[in-house]
């Protein structure tokens, strides 16, 4: 299973990268991960005009897209667009971070879900 990731780097500019999650036989019930750690979750519905411009991930975290569509842009001016269904981990933290905006003049339903400190995909 694959996802994006969005990172800094020791300048502090962010990155888009990808996560691949190993996943095994879980017997009838499909292929299983490996148990991860989790904080809190957070649920937010984010306006159809919504325009972030750039900021840091607030914390470590994976963002589930539930419905509606954004764009993400980090620092060498790469964008990449998400929708429901989609997840990201946003590791940038520190330095420049990233922007991020509302598409199709859609309200935006997702839900961000906090990582401890040491978890690793």
Known sequence: ???????????????????????????????????????????????????FKWHPAPQRQLLFIIKGCCEFKVSNGETRQFKGGDVLLLEDTEGEGHCSKALNNEIRHSIFVTLPEGTVF
């Open 1 to 51: 299973m694959q996802f994006t990731r969005i990172y800094n780097d020791d300048q502090g500019k962010s990155h888009f990268g990808e996560v691949n999650i190993d996943v095994r036989d879980g017997g009838p019930i499909g292929m299983l991960s490996e148990h991860f750690s989790a904080g809190e979750m957070i649920f937010r519905e984010t306006p159809a005009d919504y325009d």
